[in-house]
């Protein structure tokens, strides 16, 4: 009986252990099969987010900024460009039908830029144009000189005044401009420039910068001459920047 027992209590205890066994085989083969699983799963396509409402919106103002932008950096940039044409459509303002501006028409074209017609920058300003007769531009000279100047308008010309006016300041320029002013000045079948036209193209040119002006203006008109060369002209301009303000140095034969 004993035995019988004891045989019975080493079965059982088999069984359970057995049983335990098995249990731990199974817990393992789950342990062991669960990461391959889980990492077989395909992971979902991640969706696209539709855009809201509100972004729509930003990203089509923000394009539009763009074009306007651009669109305004082209036109800026064509504001800034010389244009030829504008220049000519200019040029017609003041010649009307003909291909030149006379006397009337440099009096409203004055009048426009705000200057006097008298006023020593008109005259550095035919110098630019290279204009050949005193009260006139031709289309020629008129494209050509404010081409060189990128002036295609009023406005433009208005804004080089300051420009024109400090050329004179140079004085190799300003030594160009007096040779050229008397070539301007004179009759064109005459090769001497009447002392009425000279004492005025001279009190334009040296009136406000030679202290001894005012003296050799009244010398002029005491003398017996009716007319300047150019020699004396050029001459004149050469004196004036060599004598002294209290003649020290001025030799009656003619040499400074």
Same mark, same amino acid.
């Given at each position: 009986?004993?035995?019988?027992?004891?045989?019975?209590?080493?079965?059982?205890?088999?069984?359970?252990?057995?049983?335990?066994?098995?249990?731990?085989?199974?817990?393992?083969?789950?342990? &062991?099969?669960? +990461?391959s699983a889980c990492c077989s799963r395909a992971m979902p396509p991640r969706?696209?987010?539709? +855009?809201?409402?509100?972004?729509? $919106?930003?990203?089509?103002?923000?394009?539009? &900024?763009?074009?306007?932008?651009?669109?305004?950096?082209?036109?800026?940039?064509?504001?800034?460009?010389?244009?030829?044409?504008?220049?000519?459509?200019?040029?017609?303002?003041?010649?009307?039908?003909?291909?030149v501006v006379g006397p009337e028409g440099m009096e409203k074209f004055c009048?426009?830029?705000? @200057?006097? +017609?008298?006023?020593? @920058? $008109?005259?550095?300003?035919?110098?630019?144009? &290279?204009?050949?007769? $005193?009260?006139?531009?031709?289309?020629?000279?008129?494209?050509?000189?404010?081409?060189?100047?990128?002036? &295609?308008?009023?406005?433009?010309?208005?804004?080089?005044?300051?420009?024109?006016?400090? @050329?004179?300041?140079?004085?190799?320029?300003?030594?160009?401009?007096?040779?050229?002013? /008397?070539? /301007?000045?004179?009759?064109?079948?005459?090769?001497?420039?009447?002392?009425?036209?000279?004492?005025? $193209?001279?009190?334009?040119?040296?009136?406000?910068?030679?202290?001894?002006? +005012?003296? /050799?203006?009244?010398?002029?008109?005491?003398?017996?001459?009716?007319?300047?060369?150019?020699?004396?002209?050029?001459? @004149?301009?050469? /004196?004036?920047?060599?004598?002294?303000?209290?003649?020290?140095?001025?030799?009656?034969?003619?040499?400074?």
């Amino acid at each position: 009986f004993q035995l019988n027992s004891h045989l019975t209590t080493l079965a059982s205890i088999h069984k359970i252990h057995h049983t335990l066994h098995r249990l731990n085989l199974t817990e393992d083969v789950g342990q &062991d099969s669960h +990461p391959s699983a889980c990492c077989s799963r395909a992971m979902p396509p991640r969706k696209k987010r539709r +855009p809201s409402t509100g972004d729509d $919106m930003s990203a089509k103002k923000s394009r539009q &900024d763009s074009v306007f932008r651009k669109h305004e950096t082209t036109q800026i940039r064509e504001e800034e460009t010389f244009s030829s044409k504008r220049c000519l459509e200019w040029f017609y303002e003041y010649a009307g039908c003909d291909d030149v501006v006379g006397p009337e028409g440099m009096e409203k074209f004055c009048e426009d830029i705000g @200057v006097e +017609p008298e006023n020593v @920058v $008109m005259l550095v300003l035919a110098w630019k144009l &290279d204009a050949q007769s $005193m009260g006139y531009f031709t289309l020629q000279e008129w494209l050509r000189g404010m081409g060189s100047l990128q002036c &295609d308008s009023t406005e433009r010309l208005r804004n080089s005044l300051d420009y024109l006016r400090s @050329v004179l300041n140079d004085s190799t320029s300003f030594k160009l401009i007096y040779r050229y002013a /008397f070539d /301007f000045a004179r009759e064109k079948d005459q090769r001497s420039l009447d002392l009425n036209t000279a004492k005025c $193209m001279l009190g334009l040119l040296l009136g406000k910068t030679w202290p001894l002006f +005012p003296v /050799f203006n009244q010398f002029l008109e005491q003398s017996k001459y009716k007319v300047i060369n150019k020699d004396q002209w050029c001459n @004149v301009l050469e /004196f004036s920047r060599t004598i002294n303000l209290d003649l020290s140095n001025y030799d009656e034969d003619g040499a400074c």
